[in-house]
């Protein structure tokens, strides 16, 4: 199982380096919170793209839907809260770390990964996946499946680094900025779902395959309502802990001034 190996391959690197990191920097904490979250967004990457999800999202729409919701809302910013931007710039040779931490701070490499930018291009990957000749590709191509996830993930993790900036971050986004940003993702997942649980026709013909129409509508419906409400519940919640770590932060300086 090719995506077990690749995750047992990332997982091994990544602890490599972060107890590297510790005995480089023995007086800068790496928390273990931050391994775990790491460790959790690749099982949960794993898992998702297991053969035994991939035969269900063959058949179910709904099962689709919550793959996708798992490598656009889950994954990255577990990803990200593991900090692999910091052992990325940390742990090379001084001169290696200095190049990629400029390279980061390209302005065209900047301007790419600005809140704007992200926001715009997470949701129109979002809503071009679905509404767009790309999906029913993805569902009768191994290859355009892959790429579509590959796309799928690479531009939700920069949607995320905007909010979940852990170690270090090349581009510094306020807090009222990050808050205001989630505020504008909720409503777009929930009209993505909201246009394809109402549609009357079914969207893509894979679905129709095997069964009855109202079966694959039903299933439609469902995969909606999946982006609907457990979209913006996941959103909501990284609205709510974005919140959260902001009045924190505000005491915090607070109790040092």
């Not at 995750?7 to 391994?35: N, T």
């Not at 394809?196 to 079966?215: D, T």
């Amino acid at each position: 199982m090719i995506e077990a190996l690749l995750g047992a391959i990332v997982l091994a690197a990544y602890l490599i380096c972060a107890r590297a990191y510790a005995k480089r920097y023995p007086h800068r904490r790496f928390g273990f919170w931050r391994m775990a979250a790491f460790c959790s967004g690749v099982a949960i990457a794993v898992i998702a793209l297991s053969p035994a999800i991939d035969t269900l999202v063959d058949a179910s729409f709904a099962a689709h839907m919550v793959q996708h919701l798992a490598l656009a809302l889950v994954v990255p910013p577990l990803l990200l809260l593991g900090a692999p931007l910091l052992l990325l710039v940390s742990l090379p040779a001084p001169s290696v770390g200095k190049a990629i931490a400029r390279f980061a701070r390209h302005p065209t490499v900047l301007f790419v990964v600005s809140p704007v930018m992200a926001w715009l291009a997470f949701v129109a990957v979002l809503w071009g996946i679905h509404f767009s000749p790309l999906y029913e590709m993805a569902l009768r191509s191994l290859g355009v499946h892959i790429a579509e996830h590959a796309l799928l993930l690479s531009v939700a993790l920069v949607f995320w680094m905007s909010v979940v900036q852990v170690g270090y971050s090349p581009h510094q986004v306020p807090f009222p900025v990050r808050i205001f940003y989630l505020f504008l993702a909720i409503p777009q997942g929930a009209f993505l779902g909201l246009a394809i649980y109402s549609s009357k026709q079914v969207l893509y013909a894979h679905y129709l395959v095997g069964r009855s129409f109202g079966a694959a509508l039903t299933d439609q419906q469902n995969a909606g309502a999946i982006m609907w409400i457990g979209g913006g519940a996941l959103l909501f919640v990284a609205f709510m802990l974005t919140a959260v770590v902001w009045a924190a932060r505000g005491r915090q300086e607070e109790a040092i001034v």
